[in-house]
């Protein structure tokens, strides 16, 4: 039970993630359809996030005292020519291949990993845009139809499915099986080239 607790958070996910899931499938009203894969898409990033985050780990910054900790004991020790990355701080590789040099300042920091809060970053942004456009498809849809609800907007659609008299003249003109607009005294391509 004290494990199960622990993982409060994933906790929270699902229950995010079930709670968008119930909305999009329960609720025909596209607003709320629209809400519930927000939901959803925020379990989604709390999901990533915590995966992201090490116990007892910090932010993936090295502090400046610690980089320059580094340098210098890496100038003392005579590895110089292996060089520092652009941050100032020891590569891994040397750090890594050399036993000697886990004593070096800084190497017992833990660190948070910061590849999913980055993809989190971009995937809130592309949420955002999508959210803009269904949105715009939704005050689309209520002009056209008057009405947001998905079951109304089927009965529109069935009513208006079968062709009538109407429809068929505007789209198609029979005698010339042509698009509307033309008319019967337009020359054809073949027509017109001779």
Known sequence: MEQAAGLYNYWIVIVLMMTGFYIVLARRNLIKAVIGLNIFQTSVFLL????????????PIIPPEVAEAQAKAMHETGHSEHGTHALGTVSE?????????????????IYSNPLPSVLMLTAIVVGIATTALALALVVRIREDYG???EDRILEIDRADGLPDDDDEDQWID???????????DTPTDSESVN
């Open 48 to 59: 990533y996030v915590t995966m992201g985050k090490v116990r007892g780990g910090t932010a």
């Open 93 to 109: 590789e040397i750090v890594g291949a050399h036993a000697a040099h886990a004593d070096l300042p800084g190497a017992d920091i």
């Open 147 to 149: 009405t947001i609800e």
């Open 174 to 184: 029979a005698d010339t099986h042509s698009l509307a607009g033309s008319s019967p």
